[in-house]
């Protein structure tokens, strides 16, 4: 079964605006991971935010990390028409072997 | 220079038929994994081999057979190909296969069984 819950399944805005995409899963976890997917491509890692971590930043990435709600939230500020992808969230499920489970992913589509 | 590279990127096929992908990353990662997508964009853990030897197996079934010359190659076999196959099947590496590592991901094989 799948980890993660990623909603909105589709988000529509225009360049300039933020994004906000959420993620839920159902077990502990060691590390939390988003991915993004251009299309017909493979995943590229964005970022990991570990259990013990609640926020995490990286250029216009903001990632938040709630264990005692088991979720996350992606947020891309000033979006770009180049931000438009599908973005996952994975998690490891507490697993030590790196095996990492995957949500459905959000359709992100940013308008020029 | 590609870091994950796959061949072939489509594949087509009739139900039935053997058929091979492979995979080689120039990385010098230690793990790599093959994962499916599905038509709804899920994506699921298939194997994973580090230094050659099997990780992870979750509980696919036997037609699929990884097969990992060495480190840098992780070959995938199906045998009887059947409709439920068809998907987008992507190899993925990193460093060590611990729970911090980045994975790296090839840029997808897309399979078609008619």
């Known amino acids: 079964s799948q980890q993660g819950e990623e909603d909105p399944q589709a988000l529509s805005i225009q360049e300039g605006e933020n994004a906000t995409m959420n993620c839920s899963y159902k077990t502990s976890i060691n590390n939390l991971q988003w991915y993004r997917q251009n299309s017909g491509r493979g995943l590229v890692h964005l970022i990991l935010i570990r259990s013990n971590e609640r926020e995490k930043h990286s250029g216009r990435l903001r990632v938040t990390l709630d264990t005692s709600k088991k979720s996350s939230s992606l947020l891309i500020t000033a979006s770009r028409a180049a931000d438009t992808a599908s973005y996952f969230c994975a998690t490891d499920r507490g697993s030590t072997l790196g095996r990492l489970y995957f949500g459905r992913g959000t359709q992100l589509t940013v308008w020029p | 220079d590609t870091a994950v590279s796959q061949t072939p990127k489509y594949l087509v096929t009739q139900m039935g038929n053997d058929k091979s992908i492979k995979c080689e990353q120039n990385l010098g990662h230690d793990t790599m994994y093959w994962y499916k997508q599905d038509s709804k964009k899920f994506l699921k853990i298939m194997f994973s081999?580090?230094?050659?030897?099997?990780?992870i197996n979750e509980t696919v079934p036997n037609r699929f057979s990884p097969k990992s010359p060495d480190k840098a190659h992780l070959n995938l076999h199906i045998n009887s190909l059947e409709l439920g196959d068809s998907a987008v099947y992507f190899c993925?590496?990193?460093?060590?296969?611990?729970?911090?590592?980045?994975?790296?991901f090839g840029p997808g094989t897309r399979l078609t069984v008619l």
């Open positions: 081999y580090n230094n050659k030897e099997l990780i």
């Open positions: 993925a590496s990193s460093p060590s296969g611990g729970m911090s590592d980045t994975q790296y």
